[in-house]
């Protein structure tokens, strides 16, 4: 019977001498929580963590991209499309997209993820050339020049290598390698840091009543596979950040699941980028029917994946984000920088 591991994070004042720091970050853990398949879960010491688990948890987490990872970060959310859920057509001239850019950037943003192709549930593929035309002249004119990584949010080989030539640095592939082989192949020969995120489905079709045995572990499990994969066609683990795709073929319940106990994900060995901003669970739980108005619920939620240990928060409001992660900083005690 596989047991997987969830070291159980804390932040608190009173740290005792024995524990260990969380992948080189602001969290601390004594103590696991033991989960399986079959049998309830079981809170057990450090100590009856295995060696290699144990090693992947304490093990702190390289730059990406020259941005340090010892302290959350805030990637700010750029879609250029007419149809993304929360920002569609608001972004989707070259001049709006980059006044936008620059504003994520000056109210905090670490990374910049530009994207052309919504992936929202029901969202329809766009064609590479489109998907091009949208995002590379907005890289392209604002590379050097705002003085944090552009990441690329898109599935497809060809877009990525032409926003890499524009001076995109990092990919952004919410197919986790599968929609386009080549994504791999790219990644490794250009050496590009890549989040691969976990989707179950495509985006037409995958909130078509999806289903998993154990959504917390099937999600694990396949991340890994993933990461894997990915080490096999030649990316450094180094370079890898992984993503639990909150809202990718997932439920109400399978979201909850997941983000009470985001941890696991510590386990896989990589930085873990969280996207929840403006999503729809955010919306049903806190009576925002409108994305525009899912500010506070999403902040909520940011800050409780900054208790579980969440590297880069995907957000798409960096100003309230900001203040509110510079107080969470300065009251959990781990310095006022962040
Ligand atoms: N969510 C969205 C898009 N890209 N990438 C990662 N790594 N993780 C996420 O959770 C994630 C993502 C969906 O949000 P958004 O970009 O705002 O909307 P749309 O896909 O409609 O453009």
Redesign the pocket.
Known sequence: MTAYYRPIPSQDAARPAHALTLAGGWTWFTQAERLTRSGPPAIVPMTEIPADILHALTGPRPAIAGTALDAPRL?G?L?I?P??????GRFDTAKAARAQAEALVTEGADIL?I?G????PG?DPVPVDIEIDRTVPVIAALSGKIGVPISI?TRKAQVARAALGAGAQIL???SALTHDPGMATLAADTNAPI?L?HAQGD?KTMHQDPRYGNVLLDVYDQLAERLRAALAAGIHRDRI?L?P????GKTLDHNLTLLRRLSLFHALGCPI???????RFIGTIGNAPD?QDRMPGSVAVALHGVSQGMQIL?V?DIKETKQALSLYRAVTGKGTEA
């Open positions: 990637m959310v879609n499309t149809d993304s859920f929360s920002d569609g993820d994207g192709e919504s992936t929202r969202a949010d952004n592939d919410v989040c995120m985006p950040i993503d795709g909150i809202g990718f980028l969280l996207g929840v901003s403006r999503k994305p995907r798409h």
